[in-house]
Structures are given as C-alpha cells and as structure tokens.
C-alpha cells in the first residue's frame, strides 16, 4: 500500500471518532493532504484516495456537528477542489481511476455538502468556509455572507480569508465585467462595513476604486 493512502486511511478511520480532539487531528491530516505541493509523487494518491473514497468520506463528514472541525472539512474541498482539480492542467498525472465523471460528481457533493450546512449553521466561522468555498467558482452570492460574517468577527484567520476573495474579485473586475464577481449593492455594504469596523484598509481602497 501507498504510504500515502495509509496515512489518509489511518486519518479516515477517525472521522467519526467520539472524541472531538480525535476528529479534528483526522480531519487536519486529510486538510494538510488536499493543500500540499501539487506536481510531487503524493499528488497521484491523494487526488485518487479522495476520489476513490469520495461516498465514504462524506457519508462521513456529514455527522460532523462541531463548527472547528466543519471549517476544517470546508476548507480541505475548497483546496481539493480548487487545486487537484480546477489546476490539473498544470500537473501530468495518468490515473485509470479518475474520471471526468467522478471529478465532476465529486465537485457536485462538494456544493451539496456547502449548501446542506448554510441550511443549518449559523456560526460565522463555518458561514466563511462556506462562502470561501463556494468562491472558488466565483458565485456572487458570497459577500452577502462575507458582509454578515465581518459584522459579527474580525479574527486574524477570518479577516485574511475574506481578504483573499476580495483581492481576487478585484482582479477578476479588472479582467471582465465587474457585476458578474459583485452586485453595486453589495460593493456599497461591503465597503461600509469594512470601513465602519476599520479593517482591511488596503482591500477597502481595492473595492471604491471598482
């Protein structure tokens, strides 16, 4: 066996442990995995062991109720997604098992498991995961999320997050249409309320110039 695949299987035998310490160490093993160095000899095993595993794994995160390991489980397919997939033109990889058909699938259980938990979670901390995820395919609807989020916290972690998407909505305006990334309406609340809580001053001056 890949020593890899062992490490992620070991990892994925404790998503459902009952002790959260457990769960959240198994679910930064599987994060580390979806955001590591893409193009080296572990971008093979990871991409298929989270494909291959795709129904077990969120059958599995799905039970997950604490609102640190939800961010974390978030954050690992926003970086799977974003990066073993919507980049694997930058990386040679021949794979009999990765399909068009099971990276498609698995990007649609990604958005399914997103939007099941902006149903049920009102923590603004799982509510930035989830619209950091779904920026990755640049849905405008984030920053009505990104808005209520910076009114309720402005951690360090959070405020870099946002910043992020903030800076890549300014580059995606200056390329294309602006109103595709962002509505007027919410560039005017996003702004104030960046202003008004005094923060992000280098990206607030990116929005007014939009």
Known sequence: MND??????N?????????IKERKKAANILMK??????????????KEWFIVNMEQYFS???????????????????NFCA?????????????????EDKVQ????????????LLTTQRRPKVLQAIASFFWIY??????????????KKRDKLTLSHIGIAI????????????ADYISDSQLKELVEVLESKEILPRETELLKSL
């Open 83 to 99: 990066r073993y997939l919507h980049l694997n033109h930058l990386y040679i990889m021949d794979s009999d098992i990765i399909t």
């Open 138 to 151: 640049e849905e405008p609807f984030v920053w009505d999320i990104f808005i209520e989020v910076l009114k």
């Open 33 to 46: 995995a979806a955001c590591a160095e893409l193009g080296t000899k572990k971008t093979k095993p990871v």
């Open 167 to 178: 800076r890549q909505c300014y580059r995606l305006s200056q390329e294309h249409n602006r």
């Open 60 to 78: 599995a995160i799905k039970e997950e109720t604490n609102h640190e390991v939800l961010w974390i489980h978030l954050y690992t397919l926003q």
């Open 105 to 116: 699938n698995f990007e649609e259980k990604s958005k399914e498991y997103a939007r099941g």
């Open 11 to 19: 990892a994925f035998c404790h998503l459902q442990n009952v002790e």
């Open 4 to 9: 890899m695949t062992e490490i992620l299987d």
